[in-house]
C-alpha cells in the first residue's frame, strides 16, 4: 500500500446520479473534493430507464436546480423528448419528464465537473475506509492508493456485493458490464453499520428495425417543458416514443414460467411501485393488458428501451415475451433484461444531514439508503455534498423541512422509516403539495444556495429577487375594481374564476392587467386562483414548522419517559428524532404519544422535577 499524499476536504465514492451532485456542491462551496469512480468512462451512467423526472420526480430535479445543483442543466442540454406528466390534473402534481440521448447525458455531466474548480476526478475501486477515534479520515482502493480526507461521501449505488440474476443464472455485477464492489460491504460491517439486500430490475433494450410502429400509439414530446431555471441552453433534435400493450399471450407465458423468475423464486425485496412484468401479472391478474413505452435511448444509436416490462426470467422466456407484444412480433433482443441485487445501509442510522451517526465525518447518499431512481439519489448527493463542505467549515449543518420541499420529505423519510423495498418519490408523499410545485422551486428554494456560498451567484439573486417583486406588484394591481354589468368585481376575483385566464382578463382590460413573462404571469395565475387552498395550506404549515422548533434535548431517555408505547419508544430509540414535528411524523406514533413527549421535553428542558400540564392539543391544535 502506498499513499496518495494530496489531503481533500471532500472524498466522494462513486460518480452516479448522487456522486456527480455532491462532488460538484461541495466543489463550488470552496471544498477542496475528490471524486472516485471505478471507471471514468460511466460518470453519471443511466443504467436504466434513459430519463429524467417524473411524478414527484422532476420536483426533485427542479428543487436541486433552483439550489445551484447541476442535473437539471445536463438534461436540459441532451433531453430528446420533453413533457410535463399530469397536466389533466391540478397543478400541485404537475411533474417534468425528459427522455434523455444517455451517452450524450453522462458525455455532458463528465465534461462538466471536469471544468469545476476544486473538483478533481480519479479512477478507482474503494475496497476499506480509513477510521482513526470514531470518524472517517479517508479510504484505502484495490489499486494501492490510500486517499486522506475530512469526510467522505460514500455513493456506490447498487455496486455493493451486487449479483444480477437472469432466471436460474446469476452472476457478480454493480450492473451489466461492470463489476461489483466487494470490500465496501465488508468494511461497512466492521465498523458498526447494519446492511440489508434489495432488488432492483431493468428491461430488455430492443432494437429499432424490429419493431412495427405502425401497431403502436405515437407519443410527441412538448415545447413548454425544462428543467432548469437557468435560460439559453439549446434543444437537441427531439423525436417521439411509443405506446404498445402485452397481450393475453404474454399473461399466459409469464404465469407458465413464474417459478423460473429469479425475483420469485428467490424472495428478493423489489421496488413495489416499479414492478416488474411478473409482478404485475400476478398483482393485477384481472387486467387484460399492461402500457408499455417504447423508448429511444440516443440520437445515435438504434436501441430502444421498453419501458414498463423489467423481468428476471430467462432469456429463453424473454424473447418469446417480448414478441408477444404488440408491434414487437419480430422483435431483436440486444440486451436482457436483469434483476440485481446489492447491499445498502439500513435506515435509523443517519442525522437528517445525510452524515452516518456512528462514525463522525461519514455520508451516504443514494441506493445505499435504499432509494430508487437518478432523481432521488441526486437530491441525496446535493444534500450530502453541502453538509460534508459544510462540515469541512465549521459550519451548521443544512436541513431541508419536509414543508418546504419534496427533498425533506424524502430524506426525513429514509431516515426514519424501515424500508421493505426500495424508496421510490411520489407527490402523494407531500403533504403540501399546493406550496411545493415544480414551478415555484426557485421562490421557495434559490435563498439557500446563495446563503450556503457559491451554487447560486448574486446575479441569479437579484433575478430572482426582481421576479417575486413583479409577481407582488402584479396582485396588488390587480386588486382595482372593474364595472361588470350591474356589479363590481376585482381583476384578481375575474382571473380566479375557472372560466378565466390572465390571459383573458388581460385581452378584456388591457390598460389595466400589467404585461409579464410567462413564468411571472403563471405564479401570479396560480396564486389567485388557488388562493383558498394556499392560504389554508400556509396555516397548517405554521402549526408544523411549530413542532419543528421544538427540539429533542441532547441526552433525554425515551426509556425514562413514561406513558410511551413500546412500539413508539424503540422507534424513537432508533431513529433519534432532532425535534417534535420529525417525531409526529414518524410511521406508527400517534398523537397520544406526541402529547406524552411534549410534557416530558418542556419537563425535561425547562422544569426537571416539575412537568407542565398542558398538553400538545391544548397548546397547537385549540
Given at each position: 500500500m502506498?499513499?496518495?499524499?494530496?489531503?481533500?476536504?471532500v472524498?466522494?465514492?462513486?460518480?452516479?446520479?448522487?456522486?456527480?451532485?455532491a462532488?460538484?456542491?461541495?466543489?463550488?462551496?470552496?471544498?477542496?473534493?475528490?471524486?472516485?469512480?471505478?471507471?471514468?468512462?460511466?460518470?453519471a451512467?443511466m443504467?436504466?430507464?434513459?430519463?429524467?423526472g417524473?411524478?414527484g420526480?422532476g420536483?426533485?430535479?427542479?428543487?436541486i436546480?433552483?439550489?445551484?445543483?447541476i442535473?437539471?442543466?445536463?438534461?436540459?442540454?441532451?433531453?430528446?423528448?420533453?413533457?410535463?406528466?399530469?397536466?389533466?390534473?391540478?397543478?400541485?402534481?404537475?411533474?417534468?419528464?425528459?427522455?434523455?440521448?444517455?451517452h450524450?447525458?453522462?458525455?455532458?455531466?463528465?465534461?462538466t465537473?471536469?471544468?469545476?474548480?476544486?473538483l478533481?476526478?480519479?479512477?478507482?475501486?474503494?475496497?476499506?475506509?480509513?477510521?482513526?477515534n470514531?470518524?472517517?479520515?479517508?479510504?484505502?482502493?484495490?489499486?494501492?492508493?490510500?486517499?486522506?480526507?475530512s469526510?467522505?461521501?460514500?455513493?456506490?449505488?447498487?455496486?455493493?456485493?451486487?449479483?444480477?440474476?437472469i432466471?436460474s443464472?446469476?452472476?457478480?455485477?454493480?450492473?451489466?458490464?461492470?463489476?461489483p464492489?466487494?470490500?465496501?460491504?465488508?468494511?461497512l460491517?466492521?465498523?458498526?453499520l447494519?446492511?440489508?439486500?434489495?432488488?432492483?430490475?431493468?428491461?430488455c433494450?430492443?432494437?429499432?428495425?424490429?419493431?412495427?410502429?405502425?401497431?403502436?400509439?405515437?407519443?410527441?414530446?412538448?415545447?413548454?417543458?425544462?428543467?432548469?431555471?437557468?435560460?439559453?441552453?439549446?434543444?437537441?433534435?427531439?423525436?417521439p416514443?411509443?405506446?404498445?400493450?402485452?397481450?393475453?399471450?404474454?399473461?399466459?407465458?409469464?404465469e407458465?414460467?413464474?417459478?423460473?423468475s429469479?425475483g420469485?423464486?428467490?424472495?428478493?425485496?423489489?421496488?413495489?411501485?416499479?414492478?416488474?412484468?411478473?409482478?404485475?401479472?400476478?398483482?393485477?391478474?384481472?387486467?387484460?393488458?399492461?402500457?408499455?413505452?417504447?423508448?429511444?435511448?440516443?440520437?445515435?444509436?438504434?436501441?430502444?428501451?421498453?419501458?414498463?416490462?423489467?423481468?428476471?426470467?430467462?432469456f429463453?422466456?424473454?424473447?418469446?415475451?417480448?414478441r408477444?407484444?404488440?408491434?414487437?412480433?419480430n422483435?431483436?433482443?440486444?440486451?436482457?433484461?436483469?434483476?440485481?441485487?446489492?447491499?445498502?445501509?439500513?435506515?435509523?442510522?443517519?442525522?437528517?444531514?445525510?452524515?452516518?451517526?456512528?462514525?463522525?465525518?461519514l455520508?451516504?447518499?443514494?441506493?445505499?439508503?435504499?432509494?430508487?431512481g437518478?432523481?432521488?439519489a441526486?437530491?441525496?448527493?446535493?444534500?450530502?455534498?453541502?453538509?460534508?463542505?459544510?462540515?469541512?467549515?465549521?459550519?451548521?449543518?443544512?436541513?431541508?423541512?419536509?414543508?418546504?420541499?419534496?427533498?425533506?420529505?424524502?430524506?426525513?423519510?429514509?431516515?426514519?422509516?424501515?424500508?421493505?423495498?426500495?424508496?421510490?418519490m411520489?407527490?402523494?408523499?407531500?403533504?403540501?403539495?399546493?406550496?411545493?410545485?415544480?414551478?415555484?422551486?426557485?421562490?421557495?428554494?434559490?435563498?439557500?444556495?446563495?446563503?450556503?456560498?457559491?451554487?447560486?451567484?448574486?446575479?441569479?439573486?437579484?433575478?430572482?429577487?426582481?421576479?417575486?417583486?413583479?409577481?407582488?406588484?402584479?396582485?396588488?394591481?390587480?386588486?382595482?375594481?372593474?364595472?361588470v354589468?350591474?356589479r363590481?368585481?376585482?381583476?384578481?376575483?375575474?382571473?380566479?374564476?375557472?372560466?378565466?385566464?390572465?390571459?383573458?382578463?388581460?385581452?378584456d382590460y388591457p390598460?389595466?392587467?400589467?404585461?409579464?413573462e410567462?413564468?411571472?404571469?403563471?405564479q401570479?395565475?396560480?396564486?389567485?386562483?388557488?388562493?383558498?387552498?394556499?392560504?389554508?395550506?400556509?396555516?397548517?404549515?405554521?402549526?408544523?414548522?411549530?413542532?419543528?422548533?421544538?427540539?429533542?434535548?441532547?441526552?433525554?431517555?425515551?426509556?425514562?419517559?413514561?406513558?410511551?408505547?413500546?412500539?413508539?419508544?424503540?422507534?424513537?430509540?432508533?431513529?433519534?428524532?432532532?425535534?417534535?414535528?420529525?417525531?409526529?411524523?414518524?410511521?406508527?406514533?400517534t398523537?397520544?404519544?406526541?402529547?406524552?413527549?411534549?410534557?416530558?421535553?418542556?419537563?425535561?428542558?425547562?422544569?426537571?422535577?416539575?412537568?407542565?400540564t398542558?398538553?400538545?392539543?391544548?397548546?397547537?391544535?385549540?
Amino acid at each position: 500500500m502506498w499513499t496518495y499524499e494530496t489531503f481533500y476536504d471532500v472524498l466522494v465514492v462513486g460518480a452516479g446520479h448522487a456522486g456527480c451532485e455532491a462532488a460538484h456542491a461541495a466543489a463550488k462551496m470552496g471544498a477542496r473534493t475528490l471524486l472516485v469512480t471505478m471507471n471514468l468512462d460511466t460518470i453519471a451512467k443511466m443504467s436504466c430507464n434513459p430519463a429524467v423526472g417524473g411524478t414527484g420526480k422532476g420536483q426533485i430535479v427542479r428543487e436541486i436546480d433552483a439550489m445551484g445543483g447541476i442535473m437539471g442543466q445536463i438534461i436540459d442540454q441532451t433531453a430528446i423528448q420533453f413533457r410535463m406528466l399530469n397536466r389533466s390534473k391540478g397543478p400541485a402534481v404537475w411533474s417534468p419528464r425528459a427522455q434523455a440521448d444517455k451517452h450524450l447525458y453522462a458525455q455532458k455531466m463528465k465534461e462538466t465537473l471536469e471544468t469545476i474548480p476544486n473538483l478533481f476526478l480519479m479512477q478507482g475501486t474503494i475496497e476499506d475506509l480509513l477510521i482513526e477515534n470514531g470518524a472517517v479520515v479517508g479510504i484505502s482502493t484495490k489499486e494501492g492508493i490510500a486517499f486522506r480526507s475530512s469526510t467522505v461521501i460514500l455513493s456506490s449505488g447498487t455496486f455493493m456485493q451486487g449479483k444480477i440474476h437472469i432466471g436460474s443464472t446469476q452472476f457478480s455485477g454493480g450492473r451489466a458490464g461492470d463489476p461489483p464492489s466487494i470490500g465496501l460491504s465488508n468494511s461497512l460491517s466492521q465498523h458498526g453499520l447494519r446492511l440489508g439486500r434489495l432488488k432492483t430490475g431493468t428491461p430488455c433494450r430492443i432494437h429499432k428495425r424490429s419493431v412495427d410502429f405502425s401497431k403502436c400509439e405515437r407519443q410527441d414530446g412538448e415545447e413548454d417543458v425544462r428543467f432548469s431555471f437557468k435560460k439559453g441552453f439549446s434543444r437537441l433534435s427531439q423525436v417521439p416514443c411509443y405506446i404498445t400493450y402485452t397481450s393475453q399471450e404474454s399473461q399466459k407465458i409469464v404465469e407458465q414460467n413464474l417459478y423460473k423468475s429469479a425475483g420469485y423464486s428467490k424472495k428478493m425485496v423489489g421496488p413495489r411501485y416499479c414492478p416488474s412484468i411478473e409482478d404485475k401479472i400476478v398483482r393485477f391478474s384481472d387486467k387484460e393488458r399492461h402500457q408499455i413505452f417504447i423508448e429511444p435511448e440516443g440520437l445515435y444509436t438504434q436501441e430502444l428501451y421498453l419501458n414498463g416490462i423489467s423481468t428476471s426470467l430467462p432469456f429463453d422466456v424473454q424473447v418469446p415475451l417480448i414478441r408477444s407484444i404488440a408491434g414487437l412480433q419480430n422483435a431483436e433482443i440486444v440486451r436482457p433484461a436483469y434483476a440485481i441485487e446489492y447491499d445498502y445501509v439500513k435506515s435509523g442510522q443517519l442525522q437528517l444531514s445525510l452524515e452516518t451517526k456512528t462514525i463522525q465525518g461519514l455520508f451516504l447518499a443514494g441506493q445505499i439508503n435504499g432509494t430508487t431512481g437518478y432523481e432521488e439519489a441526486a437530491g441525496q448527493g446535493f444534500i450530502a455534498g453541502v453538509n460534508a463542505a459544510l462540515k469541512v467549515q465549521g459550519r451548521p449543518p443544512f436541513i431541508l423541512s419536509p414543508q418546504e420541499s419534496y427533498i425533506g420529505v424524502m430524506i426525513e423519510d429514509i431516515v426514519s422509516m424501515e424500508l421493505t423495498e426500495p424508496y421510490r418519490m411520489f407527490t402523494s408523499r407531500a403533504g403540501a403539495r399546493l406550496l411545493l410545485r415544480q414551478d415555484n422551486a426557485d421562490l421557495r428554494l434559490s435563498h439557500y444556495g446563495y446563503q450556503l456560498g457559491g451554487l447560486v451567484t448574486k446575479e441569479d439573486m437579484e433575478a430572482l429577487d426582481f421576479k417575486k417583486q413583479k409577481i407582488k406588484d402584479a396582485i396588488q394591481l390587480l386588486k382595482r375594481h372593474v364595472q361588470v354589468e350591474d356589479r363590481s368585481y376585482t381583476l384578481q376575483q375575474m382571473i380566479a374564476r375557472p372560466d378565466k385566464s390572465y390571459l383573458s382578463v388581460q385581452q378584456d382590460y388591457p390598460h389595466l392587467v400589467p404585461d409579464l413573462e410567462e413564468e411571472t404571469r403563471f405564479q401570479v395565475e396560480l396564486e389567485l386562483k388557488y388562493a383558498g387552498y394556499i392560504k389554508r395550506q400556509e396555516e397548517e404549515n405554521q402549526k408544523l414548522k411549530d413542532l419543528d422548533a421544538i427540539s429533542v434535548p441532547e441526552g433525554m431517555d425515551f426509556e425514562l419517559v413514561k406513558g410511551l408505547r413500546n412500539e413508539a419508544r424503540e422507534t424513537l430509540k432508533r431513529v433519534q428524532p432532532l425535534h417534535l414535528g420529525q417525531i409526529g411524523r414518524l410511521p406508527g406514533i400517534t398523537i397520544a404519544d406526541l402529547n406524552i413527549l411534549f410534557v416530558a421535553i418542556r419537563g425535561f428542558r425547562k422544569h426537571p422535577h416539575q412537568a407542565p400540564t398542558a398538553t400538545l392539543e391544548e397548546t397547537f391544535v385549540s
